[in-house]
């Protein structure tokens, strides 16, 4: 059983960065699909953004393309988030997922196996 375990969220005010990373147990951590989600309060789960297995692909949400990045190390079964130019509504708790899927439905929840428990973002305006 795979474990996922995400850090580096916090407060920060509207226009700052944050970096996330999420670290996963096991050794076939290169041979998957990796991808951030994003849940607010009272609102539905939203894609971020997601990377595939060699790092050669990424995809992100509409409302963070051009701010966020991800990134990964598979020497260090470590996946990132860079986020820029953080805005209030960015504010929700971020999950970390993993899939052996790497296509057009990487946006959707249900190709998604394994789920970390989650790090809190807070933008304050």
């Known amino acids: 059983q795979v474990q996922l375990v995400e850090s580096g969220g916090g407060l920060v005010q509207a226009g700052g960065s944050l970096r996330l990373s999420c670290v996963a147990s096991g050794r076939t951590f290169s041979s998957y699909t990796m991808g951030w989600f994003r849940q607010a309060p009272g609102k539905e789960g939203e894609f971020v953004a997601a990377i595939t297995w060699s790092g050669g692909s990424t995809y992100y949400g509409d409302s963070v393309k051009d701010r966020f990045t991800i990134s990964r190390d598979n020497a260090k079964n470590t996946v990132y988030l860079q986020m820029n130019s953080l805005k209030s509504e960015d504010t929700a708790v971020y999950y970390c997922?993993?899939?052996?899927?790497?296509?057009?439905?990487?946006?959707?929840?249900?190709?998604?196996?394994?789920w970390g428990q989650g790090t809190q973002v807070t933008v304050s305006s």
């Open positions: 997922a993993r899939t052996y899927d790497n296509g057009s439905s990487l946006r959707g929840t249900n190709v998604y196996d394994s």
